[in-house]
């Protein structure tokens, strides 16, 4: 039975061969562990892929494929700041598995060669699982890793697949005795096109991304200090922002439950500068300053720094505000929030940068050799005087 489906799936793929798109396959479990090895210079086709699944569900074992949207070799081997990987659970699989890094029309050679009457089909939701599924021994089921959520990383994401295939797997594996789990996506790319994020409508911004009155800020993270103590700044409740054409400064005050922080932005000579943040509390009254200068031309968001910290100066109590992953820009006006749009970013990278700086240095040594060599040119003299074989020999001096 298996040997037919191998002949229809081939016949099938001969046919849309040209609409091939090559992925990532990650296959785990009960395999019969062939020879194959992984190699990324080549390419496996469909039909070596085909040949490849024959021999490794020999047994008719309980088949799951989780399907992503994209992945990419970049995916498996990226690590997230605290150098962990975004698939531990596969990580910890890698010695019983077999992974094939570029395989063409990878989901359309699984979908043909699965029994029909023995197929099914789920999506992995932000809720859940899109239908219940009561699964049988031989059978195929896939599921389509389709719950990327408004605001997410590409590592949160993949680190949620990871937890969910490694719950799914334990699950099967106690009702089974056989069970093969194979990774793979639709489409070769890492990054989640637009159009297959599940927007909520009528949803407000994200916690860390703030469109004020004439102000735009994303933070990852807004953290404030107080000792060795330290308080996560979200959810705030509201805004207010004050404007002064005259000084050309702008104050931009977010009250989050018991802290309020105001932020004092000024305009001068083309540059706005972020200044200070006055933190105010119940009893309290505190201006912090950066640990460095905040600023960039008018029209420019500000993204220097993966984190800026304002400290207070106080000796008795000290107090810091910490921008995780900041990128800024105030607009000196009342604006609506689709004004709010970050201009270019200014990434304080000087202009001269060290391969402009060593290009430079060629060109003005090459110069300085052309403009030696035409004056060594210039100095050349040639010969103004010739002898007359009938006349008096030419004598010259040792002056000329």
Not at 56 to 71: A, Q, R, S
Request: hydrophobic share 40%; proline share 3%.
């Amino acid at each position: 039975m298996a040997y037919c489906r191998l002949v229809f799936s081939l016949l099938v793929l001969s046919v849309v061969q040209s609409y091939a798109s090559e992925v990532q396959v990650f296959l785990w479990g009960d395999l019969v562990k062939t020879s194959l090895k992984s190699n990324p210079l080549s390419l496996i086709t469909a039909e070596n892929f085909a040949e490849t699944l024959v021999q490794e569900l020999k047994g008719d074992p309980f088949t799951v494929i989780f399907m992503e949207e994209n992945l990419s070799v970049e995916d498996f081997s990226r690590k997230n700041a605290e150098g962990e990987t975004y698939f531990p659970y596969l990580r910890a699989n890698i010695g019983d598995s077999l992974y094939l890094p570029n395989v063409e029309n990878a989901v359309r050679v699984l979908n043909n060669l699965a029994d029909p009457d023995k197929v099914d089909h789920v999506k992995l939701l932000e809720n859940g699982l899109s239908a219940e599924i009561e699964p049988q021994s031989g059978e195929f089921l896939f599921i389509n890793l389709k719950d990327a959520q408004e605001g997410d990383s590409r590592a949160d994401l993949l680190r949620r697949h990871n937890d969910f295939m490694e719950d799914m797997f334990t699950k099967l594996k106690e009702r089974y005795e056989k069970v093969v789990a194979i990774y793979t996506a639709h489409n070769p790319s890492w990054t989640i096109p637009e159009s297959h994020l599940r927007i909520r409508r009528q949803a407000s911004s994200r916690n860390n991304d703030y469109k004020l009155d004439g102000l735009r800020l994303y933070v990852k993270e807004l953290v404030l200090s107080e000792g060795n103590k330290t308080t996560l700044l979200d959810n705030m409740a509201s805004s207010s922002t004050e404007f002064n054409n005259t000084m050309k400064t702008m104050t931009t005050v977010m009250n989050f439950n018991m802290d309020n922080i105001q932020l004092n932005f000024v305009e001068n000579n083309g540059y706005w500068t972020f200044e200070t943040v006055l933190l105010t509390r119940s009893n309290l009254s505190e201006m912090l300053y950066p640990n460095h200068e905040v600023y960039a031309v008018n029209g420019f968001s500000y993204r220097c720094a993966q984190n800026v910290t304002f400290s207070s100066i106080n000796d008795t109590q000290q107090y810091s505000l910490t921008f995780m992953d900041m990128k800024v820009q105030p607009f000196f006006k009342n604006t609506n929030e689709s004004e709010l749009v970050f201009g270019d970013s200014f990434n304080c990278v000087g202009f001269f940068s060290v391969p402009i700086w060593s290009g430079v240095f060629v060109v003005f040594i090459l110069l300085a050799i052309t403009f030696y060599g035409i004056m060594m040119m210039m100095d050349i003299r040639t010969m103004d005087r010739f002898d007359d074989p009938k006349g008096k020999t030419i004598t010259i001096n040792t002056s000329e």
